[in-house]
């Protein structure tokens, strides 16, 4: 494959997840009164117990993306303006 590409490929992913990652926090942010509330009734959870579990998920989301995505595409990025 070549570098090209797959900086094209790495870099659309990273924005995509970025994006999702930026939806996610801001439906977590406003929505959550209304679908957490929801959620809690529908599954006999606490709302609060399932409010950190929808944000430690967010956070290893994101984790990943950073592992998998972001850094190699800046470190692609880095080695194609430096060489």
Not at 7 to 24: D, E, F, K, P, Y
């Amino acid at each position: 494959m070549d570098t090209t590409l797959l900086m094209n490929v790495l870099g659309w992913c990273s924005l995509l997840h970025a994006v999702m990652l930026l939806l996610s926090t801001v439906f977590l942010r406003w929505a959550w009164p209304w679908v957490g509330g929801w959620y809690a009734r529908q599954f006999a959870v606490d709302e609060q117990r399932l409010r950190t579990a929808a944000l430690q998920v967010l956070m290893i989301y994101k984790t990943l993306v950073w592992t998998f995505f972001a850094v190699p595409y800046l470190v692609l990025l880095g080695l194609r303006v430096t060489g």
